[in-house]
């Protein structure tokens, strides 16, 4: 069965500070990723994905992520974070065959003003 | 823009109670997905139907069931309630050349607690 890692539980910058979330995947196949970001309160929301193409895809927000096969990562990076930036973000990975997604245990990410 | 509608965003419920939660999908989405999120957990898919048909499984205990309409909305239930059910149940749709591609919609939740 597939897994998701991601690293980073708990996450504190200040304002402006760059941003690096770690998320590894167990699947040796052909996958789709996902980043969501979760804000207080609300609901799961889609931050970018990645399909195919051009490995460096970028998101909303001023978000982007890299996907490296080689290494099995997808890590999300933002070069400055910002107050309202404080939410758990979860990294999903999607196999063919299946429609499921699979979760990471999620990052939050706390940033002080 | 319409999104993913959960009813009801609360409830509580008492041991070996059942309950049942609703999911509205986005308008001309076929496809419904149901995760469970713990406390402090990640979301955990549980089942997901397309053009009213299971589509998959996963996680989902023999004390649930699920369905969907005829108008493409869902429904969870659940029944002989646990502590341990208490979560956020995620509902979440896609269209199904979006869904192939795992893209999916994700509704407010409902927040379960049983006591």
């Known amino acids: 069965a597939q897994s998701v890692s991601q690293h980073n539980h708990h996450v504190i910058l200040s304002e402006a500070a760059s941003l690096e979330l770690g998320c590894n995947y167990s699947y040796g196949g052909t996958v789709n990723l996902f980043w969501y970001v979760q804000y207080p309160g609300q609901h799961l929301q889609l931050l970018l994905k990645?399909?195919?193409?051009?490995?460096l895809v970028k998101g909303i927000k001023g978000f982007e992520a890299e996907f490296i096969k080689s290494k099995f990562s997808f890590n999300l990076r933002k070069p400055s974070v910002q107050w309202s930036d404080t939410a758990e973000y979860f990294c999903?990975?999607?196999?063919?065959?299946?429609?499921?997604?699979?979760f990471g245990s999620g990052t939050r990410l706390q940033v002080q003003p | 823009a319409a999104g993913v509608i959960q009813s009801p965003r609360h409830l509580i419920k008492e041991k070996r109670e059942t309950a049942t939660l609703k999911c509205y999908p986005i308008p001309r989405h076929d496809t419904v997905y149901w995760y469970q999120q713990g406390p402090g957990q990640d979301p955990q898919f549980l089942i997901s139907f397309y053009e009213k048909m299971q589509s998959d499984k996963g996680s989902i205990p023999d004390r649930f069931s699920a369905q969907q309409f005829s108008d493409y909305h869902s429904e969870l239930n659940m029944s002989s309630l646990e502590l341990g059910d208490s979560a956020l149940y995620f509902c979440a749709s896609s269209f199904r050349v979006e869904g192939a591609t795992g893209t999916q919609y994700f509704g407010p939740g409902t927040r379960l607690t049983v006591l």
């Open positions: 990645y399909f195919s193409g051009d490995p």
């Open positions: 999903a990975v999607k196999n063919t065959g299946r429609r499921a997604l699979t």
